[in-house]
C-alpha cells in the first residue's frame, strides 16, 4: 500500500513578515531507527517549499511501523570520469545539510501524514542588512553548512606544524620576495622604483587618481580622517604624487613627492579638525628621510590593503553572493557554474572571526592586529570599500603603466571567464531559461541585503572599469537609501529574446568567479611577500619614523613584527584549490582547457597558471 508524506519546508526567518518557502529542495524521507534510519523514498519541494512524497511502510521493515523523518540535501558539483573513460561530465552529489534537526512522527499509520511548516535554517544572513557587508549567520544555533576540503585541513595543520618549526628555529623562515631581492641586491626594496613595482603589482594593486586642477598630478592616498584609531599606532593620511613619462605604448610612473598629513597629540581622536595641515617630502629631503616616509606609507598600504583588497574585496565581496546564490539556486545549473568556486568560503571567513573579529552593534566586523584601527574603523573602512563594489558594470582596469602587470594579466583571465561563461551558457541556456524564477529570487534578496551605495568621485581616476558606477541601477533599500549592487533581473519568467536578462546573468558570474579565484589568489598570496619583512611592512607602526631619533625597532616591537611575518605565511601559503591541479574535481573540464590556452600570455605578465586556485 502507497502512504504519503507532506509538509512545506520555509526558511527559518520571515521576510518583511511574511515565511519564505525553500523551493526545489531535495528530500529524504527516512524510518528513524536509533542512527539506524532506514531510507523509505526520495522528494522535492515545489517553489512554493511544498512536498508529497510517496513509500510504501513496509520498507521500515518487518514488524516495523515507520517513525518518520526528513533528510535536506544540497548538491554539490563535481566532474568524474565518463563511463566510456573519455573525458569528464558533470555529476551532482546531494549531501545532507549540517544541524538540520527534523520533526520526528512516531508509529505513523495514517495513509497520508503531514508534518505541516517545516523551519529550515539554510544560509540565514546575519542582521542587520547595512552591517560592513551582508554575511551567513554563524552562531551556536546556526551551525556552519561547508566546512573544508580534507586536503585544505591537511595542508593547513602541516603549515601551522612548520611555522612551529620556524619559530623554533628549528629550520629557517623561508625568504619572502623582499628580502630575497635584498639579499641579491642591497638596498632594491627601498628604490622609488620598487614602491611604484609595488603600487601597480603587489598585495594591493592601486587606482591612480589625478588631480583635476593645479598641476594634475597623478597620485594614490589613504586616508583616517573620521576615524577612531587605538591610541598606540602612528597612522598619518598619506598621498603619494607621481608623473607618468614617455616608456612604451603607455608611460611609466615615477614617484615625486609624499604628502603626510599628522593628527594632532591624541591619536585616539576621529575628529578632522585635529589634523594638522599636510607636509610634502621629496628626495631632495635626503635618503634617510625619504626611506622613512616610504615606510609610513607601506603601513597604510598594507593595511587598507588587507581590509578593502582582501578581507573585503575577496572574501566578504564573495560572501555577499554565496548566500542568495546558495538560498535559491538548485535547479538552475548556474548552480553548478559558481558554487565550485565557493566551497569552504564561509568557513575560511567566519574562522577568521574567531581569531580577528569583534561584534559591533550586531554587527561581525574584522580588527587586523598590530594596526591603529579600532573595531568601528574596521566597520567604516570595510563599509566604504564594499559599497564601491557592484558586479554591473565591472571589467578589469585598462593597464595605468606598460609596467602594470596585474591589469595586463587581468585582462587576459577576464577574456578566459568570458569565454567559459559564454560555454556554459550556451550549453545549458534552455535550463537556465526554464528556471529563471530562482534566479529573481536571488537577485530579490542579493538587493534587498546589499549595503547603502555612495557615489564616488569618479573623474577622480584615471581608470573607471571597476568603479561601483552611479551609472548602474542602485535601487531603494529596505532603509530607504540606494543600494551598491544591481538587480540582476526583475523578471520571474524570460525567453531567449531577454538579452540584457541573460546578460546580465554572465556578468554577475563572470564578477564572482574572478573575485573568487583570480582577485584572492593575486592578493592572498602576495602577503608574505609584502609584509615577510616586518622592517619593510607591517600594518601598524608605534612611533612617526620621520623623526630621525626613531628606529625601526621603535616602529615595530620584535614581538607584533614576528607576529605579522607569521601570519602573513601561513595565510599566503595554506593553498589549495588549483584550477588546473582540480584536486576535489569540482573544476568544469573547460575552465581547466581555457585558461591552459593562456599559459604562455599569462606567464608573459609573471603569472603561473597553475598558482591561480578558488
Not at 534578496?445 to 568603479?467: G, P
Not at 615595530?556 to 574535481?585: F, R
Request: hydrophobic share 35%; aromatic share 10%; glycine share 8%.
Amino acid at each position: 500500500m502507497t502512504s504519503y508524506a507532506t509538509g512545506r519546508l520555509l526558511f527559518e526567518k520571515d521576510v518583511n513578515g511574511v515565511a519564505k518557502p525553500v523551493h526545489n529542495l531535495d528530500l529524504q524521507l527516512l524510518d528513524d531507527d536509533y542512527g539506524h534510519d532506514t531510507l523509505l523514498a526520495t522528494g522535492k519541494t515545489d517553489m512554493e517549499g511544498r512536498f508529497r512524497i510517496a513509500y510504501d511502510p513496509k520498507d521500515a521493515g518487518l514488524f516495523d511501523v515507520p517513525d518518520l523523518k526528513l533528510a535536506v540535501l544540497l548538491p554539490e558539483t563535481l566532474y568524474t570520469k565518463k563511463a566510456t573513460g573519455e573525458g569528464l561530465e558533470l555529476k551532482r552529489v546531494l549531501i545532507p545539510l549540517p544541524g538540520f534537526e527534523s520533526p520526528v512522527a512516531t508509529d505513523v499509520k495514517e495513509e497520508t501524514y503531514d508534518f505541516g511548516d517545516v523551519r529550515v535554517k539554510l544560509y540565514e544572513y546575519l542582521e542587520p542588512a547595512d552591517g560592513p557587508t551582508p554575511r551567513l549567520l554563524v552562531d551556536e544555533e546556526h551551525v556552519l553548512p561547508q566546512g573544508q576540503r580534507r586536503g585544505r585541513n591537511i595542508t593547513l595543520t602541516e603549515k601551522v606544524a612548520e611555522v612551529a618549526l620556524y619559530t623554533l628555529g628549528v629550520k629557517p623562515w623561508p625568504l619572502p620576495l623582499t628580502k630575497k631581492m635584498e639579499a641579491e641586491k642591497p638596498g632594491s626594496t627601498q628604490t622609488d622604483e620598487f614602491f611604484v613595482e609595488m603600487m601597480l603589482n603587489g598585495f594591493n594593486p592601486v587606482l591612480f587618481k589625478r588631480e583635476r586642477t593645479g598641476a594634475q598630478r597623478y597620485y594614490v592616498d589613504w586616508s583616517w580622517k573620521g576615524q577612531i584609531q587605538d591610541g598606540v599606532h602612528y597612522a598619518p593620511d598619506t598621498r603619494c604624487f607621481f608623473d607618468r613619462v614617455a616608456d612604451g605604448k603607455i608611460g611609466k610612473f615615477v614617484l615625486i613627492g609624499i604628502e603626510i598629513a599628522k593628527r594632532f597629540g591624541d591619536y585616539t581622536a576621529g575628529d578632522d579638525a585635529l589634523m594638522v595641515p599636510p607636509k610634502m617630502y621629496t628626495p631632495e629631503d635626503g635618503k634617510e628621510l625619504w626611506d622613512r616616509v616610504k615606510r609610513i606609507v607601506r603601513s597604510n598600504y598594507f593595511v587598507f590593503g588587507e581590509a578593502q583588497t582582501h578581507l573585503g574585496g575577496t572574501h566578504l565581496n564573495v560572501e555577499q553572493y554565496i548566500v542568495p546564490v546558495v538560498r535559491n539556486l538548485r535547479a538552475n545549473p548556474v548552480v553548478s557554474l559558481l558554487t565550485p568556486h565557493f566551497y569552504g568560503t564561509v568557513d575560511i571567513n567566519h574562522a577568521a572571526d574567531g581569531l580577528l573579529v569583534k561584534e559591533n552593534g550586531g554587527a561581525v566586523i574584522s580588527v587586523p592586529e598590530g594596526s591603529a584601527a579600532v573595531v568601528a574603523t574596521i566597520g567604516s573602512i570595510l563599509r566604504a570599500g564594499m559599497r564601491q563594489m557592484n558586479w554591473h558594470g565591472f571589467s578589469p582596469r585598462t593597464p595605468q603603466a606598460t609596467n602594470d602587470r596585474y591589469a595586463h594579466a587581468a585582462n587576459v583571465y577576464w577574456g578566459v571567464l568570458t569565454r567559459y561563461v559564454d560555454y556554459y551558457f550556451a550549453e545549458h541556456m534552455d535550463a537556465i531559461i526554464a528556471n529563471w524564477a530562482e534566479v529573481k529570487l536571488m537577485s530579490d534578496e542579493m538587493v534587498a541585503h546589499s549595503i547603502r551605495y555612495v557615489q564616488q568621485e569618479e573623474d577622480d581616476y584615471i581608470d573607471t572599469n571597476e568603479l561601483n558606477k552611479a551609472s548602474s541601477e542602485h535601487p531603494e533599500g529596505p532603509y530607504g537609501a540606494p543600494v551598491s549592487l544591481s538587480p540582476v533581473t526583475t523578471k520571474s519568467v524570460i525567453t531567449k529574446d531577454d538579452k540584457t536578462d541573460i546578460e546580465n546573468l554572465k556578468q554577475m558570474c563572470r564578477y564572482v568567479i574572478y573575485f573568487a579565484t583570480w582577485q584572492h589568489s593575486w592578493v592572498n598570496d602576495s602577503q608574505y611577500d609584502t609584509a615577510g619583512d616586518s622592517s619593510f611592512a607591517t600594518m601598524g607602526i608605534h612611533c612617526d619614523l620621520t623623526d630621525l631619533r626613531k628606529t625601526i625597532e621603535d616602529a615595530v616591537p620584535v614581538k607584533e613584527g614576528k607576529k605579522s611575518e607569521s601570519t602573513t605565511y601561513v595565510l599566503a601559503t595554506t593553498q589549495w584549490g588549483y584550477i588546473m591541479k582540480n584536486e576535489d574535481g569540482g573544476m568544469n573540464p573547460k575552465l581547466i582547457e581555457f585558461l591552459g590556452e593562456t599559459k604562455d600570455q599569462l606567464a608573459s605578465y609573471g603569472v603561473d597558471i597553475n598558482k591561480i586556485r578558488s
